[in-house]
């Protein structure tokens, strides 16, 4: 991949269109700023922090790059006025907003002259983003690792059809780990590329070391999309997993399944390192991961797998 721009590299004055994705305990200031550094666009995820910590990590990544980093607000978290307060506070130039109405916070986030990107799962929604007015669009299989639609739309068949129905920027996500993928991608329509699960297994995420090692070993199968009709995820199955299935399966007690939920489960696994009694977010992908690298390195095997990925003819 050379440096040439496109819609995306242009929208938020960036050398490759590789957005690395915002992800509860694991994106802090470190991976946001070493993404942005090597070119990227490095995201925040707010979702797992209080308003006075995301602030702090802002203000550090700030002085960590001195190239573009974005917000990423997840719309179903509390404290979300108290949050884009800071965005603004803190002169925040770029937001990726998720799971919830694009409508909300666009227009305001936008008259600060901030440009606004927003996650969907499904073409339908698609449409509503750009109705809604914002700068780029991101397309998420259902590959992908944490929150996610219910349709079990793939990233293979989502982005073509996207791409068929809007005429923003459009960022596909869900199931890119490797230069190929990310090409394909490209082929299909995308103007640029959302990693998650890749930019876990880094070096520079916040994550525990256990959690990291343990992305290194799953095997294809080893997540499932739960919760679908409540609040669906993508998770490794391990004890967690069982008990929420359990609860599920048994008459959909959202009482209890709530109560079984929430921020805590998922600090407890991601953050705290417990394998069995945490919930654990990745995409299908981690398959294909194989070793905790640093972030450079993500970067210089993207591009290189990039470029040598061939443009298949018939
Ligand atoms: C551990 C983890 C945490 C995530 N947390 C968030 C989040 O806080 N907000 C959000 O919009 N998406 C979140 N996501 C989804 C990512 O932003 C991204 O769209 C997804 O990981 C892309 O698919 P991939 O994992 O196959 O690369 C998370 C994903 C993972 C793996």
Redesign the pocket.
């Known amino acids: 991949m050379n440096e040439s721009r496109n819609k995306i590299t242009e929208l938020f004055n960036i050398k490759y269109p590789i957005i690395q994705?915002?992800?509860?305990?694991?994106s802090g200031w470190r991976l946001a700023s070493a993404a942005s550094n090597c070119g990227g666009l490095g995201l925040i995820?707010s979702?797992?922090m209080y308003p006075d910590i995301l602030r702090e990590n802002i203000q550090k990544c700030k002085k960590a790059t001195d190239k573009p980093f974005g917000v990423?607000v997840?719309l179903l978290y509390p404290n979300l006025d108290e949050i884009i307060q800071i965005i603004l506070e803190e002169g925040v130039k770029i937001v990726?907003t998720?799971?919830g109405n694009p409508k909300t916070y666009t227009k305001i986030l936008q008259k600060e002259g901030i440009k606004v990107a927003h996650?969907v799962s499904s073409t339908k929604f698609a449409v509503k983003c750009e109705d809604a007015g914002v700068d780029a669009i991101?397309a998420?299989g259902f590959?992908?690792?944490?929150?996610n639609g219910r349709d079990e739309t793939t990233t293979f068949c989502l982005i073509p059809n996207v791409k068929k129905h809007i005429s923003k920027p459009l960022i596909a996500?869900?199931?890119?780990?490797l230069g190929s993928q990310m090409k394909a991608a490209m082929i299909l329509g995308a103007d640029g590329v959302?990693?998650?699960?890749?930019f876990?297994a880094t070096i520079e995420a916040s994550a525990h070391e256990i959690w990291k090692k343990k992305i290194t070993e799953l095997n294809e199968g080893d997540t499932h999309l739960t919760l679908k009709e409540l609040a669906p995820v993508r998770m490794v199955k391990n004890k967690f997993f069982n008990e929420l299935e359990g609860i599920y399966n048994v008459g959909r007690n959202t009482e209890a399944l709530m109560a079984s939920l929430g921020r805590a489960r998922a600090k407890k696994g991601?953050f705290e390192g417990d394998m069995e009694e945490g919930e654990l977010?990745?995409?299908?992908?981690s398959a294909l991961i194989d070793e905790v690298l640093p972030v450079k390195t993500v970067f210089e095997n993207l591009l290189k797998e990039f470029n040598e990925a061939t443009n298949p003819s018939l």
């Open positions: 994705a915002g992800m509860i305990w694991h995820g979702a797992s990423n997840a990726f998720s799971a996650v991101v998420e590959e992908a690792g944490g929150h996500a869900g199931g890119i780990a959302q990693i998650g699960s890749r876990a991601m977010e990745i995409g299908q992908v």
